[in-house]
């Protein structure tokens, strides 16, 4: 039975520190640092200035940005008029970002001044008829009526659709709070530490890092994308993919690094990164988690096991015919559609659509059910050739995909990223696999990961599916 979290706070968590630790540093930037108090008195007014242009509890607000201190503060002052907030991918093309738009049926946009994400002068209804938002003081102080009630929503976030269409996942205050105090009360991070907001908040990995430092009343440190290995140096907390983790300890300032905690995610976790990391006094973690859950899930101090750690608290897990099932305070609210929040389940539990089972009171991660396919009848697990391919010394990823075969009804084909390139990786990694999966297992064809696709944490399978079918002519290997 999971824990049941008391509230930490009686009004808004930014509110609370600026009452508790009004000179204690809140948000550090490249040149300048917020307090506690200066930050809950600009919230106010970011949040008068949205009440002026319109804003109303409930409404939907998304942003188009990249990491910044507008974007945080409008998540801030979005959630303290009562309405709710949604990031959406920068990078995404002007179609994309308008289709999300209407699917959301978002009632405001915000995106930074002189950008134009949504290519202004090809907009279509009803993305057109959205309330443009402007980060601005009110002409004229007024009240902002709305007061902390951790239950309501207030942030919306995008699944990574990597296996069909996006959903809209809601959170309320607190459902995050609850995720941040799991992974807190195993991870070490207090008010003196600073977390670099290193994940975009359009992926919940970038909002659980808001709201860690929310609940503890830390320090965050914001800044642009082409920044962040700068100031990778001078924080003690970080959310990293293990290539990033790599560049620092490889890095000439490595001696005189502050870093003391790493959340790693993202790709395969080599033993002799982590390894070289404690020898700096860097304490590596990982663990498994998903939108729906507020992020992390399960966590462990990174070792040699390919297992995601041990249950949080504030969070329930169990095995359901190998499918993992999940429950608890951090569970969504629902999915939003028609500006209506549905929930994600008709029971307690949540059925992931992963696959796993238990080793050593650690639970290891198989694959994903809907990923499974059959070849010559046999039952193909793509993450199970993946892990295969990963082990090769020249992948860095991997992707195993379906493609139709008219004898077999359907055959495997990798997509990979390779260390080099001119190499002749394909007749290499024929080889390798000769001698380590069935044939049935064995890719027919290898591909190069494409850039377009590979950007962002989480590479869509369904966008990769949809690149091999695009005039493609496979191969076989």
């Known amino acids: 039975m999971a824990e049941v979290m008391s509230v930490p706070f009686t009004t808004w968590p ?34 008068q200035g949205l009440l002026e242009q319109g804003i109303k509890r409930d409404q939907l607000v998304a942003a ?61 209804e ?22 902390w009630q951790p239950s309501r929503a207030v942030t919306l976030t995008l699944t ?24 807190l009360a195993w991870l070490p991070f207090e008010q003196e530490d600073s977390w670099l907001l290193s994940l975009p908040l359009f992926h919940i990995s970038g909002m659980a890092i808001v709201w860690r430092w929310l609940y503890r009343g830390a320090e965050i440190v914001v800044c642009a994308p082409d920044q962040m290995e700068t100031l990778l140096m001078q924080v003690t907390h970080a ?64 070792n040699a096991s390919a297992g995601v750690g041990a249950v949080l608290p504030h969070r329930e897990v169990m095995l359901q015919d190998g499918e993992v099932w999940v429950k608890g305070e951090t569970l969504c609210l629902g999915y939003y559609r028609n500006k209506t929040v549905f929930p994600v389940s008709e029971q307690a539990w949540f059925a992931t659509k992963d696959l796993g089972h238990w080793q050593d009171e650690e639970l290891h991660i198989t694959g994903r059910a809907d990923n499974m396919f059959i070849s010559g009848g046999e039952n193909v697990q793509p993450e199970d050739i993946e892990r295969v391919l990963l082990a090769h010394p020249q992948i860095s990823q991997a992707f195993v995909l379906p493609i139709d075969d008219a004898e077999f009804g359907q055959r495997p ?33 290898y591909y190069l990961l494409p850039q377009d696709v590979a950007g962002g944490i989480k590479v869509s399978r369904a966008q990769l599916a949809q690149w091999l079918a695009q005039d493609r002519l496979v191969t076989l290997a």
């Not at 179609?95 to 049926?105: M, W």
């Not at 990223?417 to 001698?435: C, D, G, I, K």
Request: overall charge negative.
């Open 413 to 445: 084909v990798a997509i990979v990223s390779v260390s080099a390139e001119s190499t002749p990786y394909r007749e290499q990694l024929v080889a390798y696999m000769q001698t380590q999966v069935a044939a049935y297992r064995r890719p027919v064809a």
């Open 126 to 147: 009803p993305v057109s008829s959205m309330l443009r938002l402007h980060l601005q003081p009110a002409e004229q102080p007024r009240l902002v009526p709305v007061t």
């Open 160 to 183: 990574s659709g990597s296996t069909g269409t996006p959903k809209a996942v809601v959170h309320s205050g607190l459902t995050h709070l609850a995720s941040a105090a799991g992974l």
């Open 64 to 124: 188009i940005a990249p990491n910044g201190l507008p974007l945080l503060g409008l998540l801030l002052a979005t959630m303290r008029v009562g309405a709710r907030f949604v990031a959406l991918n920068p990078r995404a093309s002007a179609p994309e970002l308008q289709a999300q738009l209407a699917q959301l049926d978002c009632d405001a946009i915000w995106y930074p001044e002189g950008s134009d994400p949504l290519s202004a002068e090809t907009l279509a």
């Open 239 to 302: 959310s990293l993919v293990p290539t990033q983790l790599q560049r620092v300890l490889d890095s000439d300032a490595v001696a005189s690094l502050d870093l003391k905690q790493v959340l790693l995610g993202g790709a395969m976790i080599p033993v002799s990164l982590t390894d070289a990391a404690r020898e700096r006094g860097i304490e590596c973690w990982c663990g498994y988690g998903m939108t729906e859950m507020a992020s992390t899930v399960t966590a462990k101090r990174a």
């Open 14 to 47: 930014w509110q609370h520190w600026a009452a508790e630790r009004p000179d204690a540093v809140a948000i550090r930037l490249p040149d300048q640092s917020i307090t506690w108090a200066t930050l809950s008195s600009q919230i106010e007014i970011y949040a």
